[in-house]
């Protein structure tokens, strides 16, 4: 049923009994996005192994590749040419002003704040904002907009820094991050520093109950570390003297979770109703995990025979989107120049660069009306009906879409 057990101890309960149930195998690194001169040499890979600790239920990989590697001088990620991001974000803070009622007294504080896509909004309300985030691009980007950046890692010791200077947050951000650090517990310990007694944390962390139910095996990569239940989280915020109070579905990133932590106990009723639904589900136990591994294959099986179908009949295919998850699922799938023309994206940034791995070129969105293919992979699902509305004029001329998860299938 399962695989080998892990050899290094779990991620928040330090728990020795880990157990493998996927292996994706060696897989580049997901945003390695590859410039000309870098296609001369061999890219490293590191193997992608998913494992659950039997002791806490956390679902974590086994390998840790260094930030610095992950998240250095050219990590190409700016969060602001999402629509999507940026109108869930524009909520985010109108829900959290009028909650929490915050004013220009308040401190509001942004963990991997990336270039400014939410604190811009406090901003403009008045509202004292601190980002901290460890890649410089985005940092720069952030600053140049004027909002206040660290340019670090966060942890323990950073939140012990700002809290000695008196700066202690009312509300702290940490969207898409918890499951990114390889010192979970350091960087739990370091929100319970940095909040004011009364203070939330308000966490965005993809669901792994959503992962497995809807197939989103292209969600796990080497920059994601660790795949919350709220079973998982209730444990983790407990050990640094924290509570989880609340929980709320989003619908974002194929179905993730937003939590609401805090010093003081004050659970509303959604946290015990998620904890059950877990236990019914069986998200706390081993089994419920088993059978994801056939699933995968069978997906990559479709998605390659459906493609291969489609090139045979003489049709043209290129990928739109050049999403981390795009370089698991070409990787995994090994769909490279062969099946893909190109991969159109329009972050400016990864223009003219490659997919690891398969080594795609990625173009500008306007190639794909020059070349007019007669399918384009979505490989970001994620965001299919707002790249479906953007390419209304490729659709008008005939084009198709076809999207890989939960099952291949041609829109
Ligand atoms: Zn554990």
């Excluded at 937003?258 to 959604?270: I, M």
């Amino acid at each position: 049923m399962t695989g080998a057990t892990g050899t290094i101890g779990c991620r928040s309960c330090g728990g020795k009994d880990l157990r493998v149930f996927l292996s994706l195998g060696a897989m580049p690194l997901s945003d390695g996005f590859l410039s000309s001169d870098d296609l001369a040499r061999e890219e490293p890979r590191y193997p992608l192994d998913v494992a659950f600790c039997p002791d806490c239920t956390l679902v974590q990989i086994l390998e840790t590749v260094p930030p610095e590697q992950l998240f250095g001088a050219d990590y190409p990620y700016f969060s602001s040419v999402t629509d999507t991001l940026l109108k869930h974000s524009a909520a985010n803070v109108a829900a959290r002003i009028a909650e929490r009622r915050l004013d220009g007294d308040s401190l509001v504080v942004e963990l991997a704040s990336n270039d400014g896509y939410l604190l811009q909004y406090y901003r403009a309300q008045g509202i004292p904002v601190l980002g901290i985030d460890p890649a410089p691009g985005p940092v720069a980007a952030a600053r140049a907009r004027g909002i206040e950046t660290l340019q670090a890692f966060f942890g323990s010791d950073l939140a012990t820094r700002l809290a000695a200077d008196g700066r202690l947050a009312d509300v702290i951000h940490a969207n898409n991050v918890l499951a990114h650090v390889a010192d979970t517990n350091g960087f739990v310990a370091g929100i319970g520093t940095l909040l004011k007694e009364d203070g939330v944390a308000v966490i965005e962390a993809p669901y792994v109950k959503e992962l497995i139910d809807r197939g989103e095996f292209d969600t796990i990569y080497h920059e994601h570390l660790c795949y919350f239940s709220v079973t998982a989280l209730t444990r983790l915020f407990q050990r640094h003297g924290l509570t989880l109070n609340r929980v709320q579905p989003l619908e974002i990133h194929g179905g993730s979770l937003r939590l609401f932590v805090g010093k003081r106990a004050a659970a509303d009723p959604s946290v015990a109703e998620y904890l059950e639904a877990e236990q019914r589900a069986g998200v706390d136990e081993l089994e419920y995990y088993a059978g994801f591994s056939a699933r995968v294959s069978r997906i990559r099986r479709e998605l390659q025979a459906l493609l291969a179908g489609l090139k045979q009949d003489g049709a043209r295919i290129a990928g739109y989107g050049a999403a981390a998850k795009g370089t698991i699922l070409l990787n995994f799938a090994g769909l490279g120049q062969e099946t893909l023309e190109f991969v159109a994206d329009r972050n400016v940034h990864k223009q003219g660069r490659y997919i690891p791995g398969v080594r795609l070129p990625i173009v500008s969105p306007g190639r794909i009306l020059e070349a007019q293919p007669d399918y384009l992979l979505i490989l970001p699902w994620n965001f299919k009906e707002e790249i479906m509305e953007q390419q209304a004029e490729y659709r008008r001329r005939g084009g198709r879409f076809i999207v890989p998860v939960p099952e291949p299938v041609i829109l």
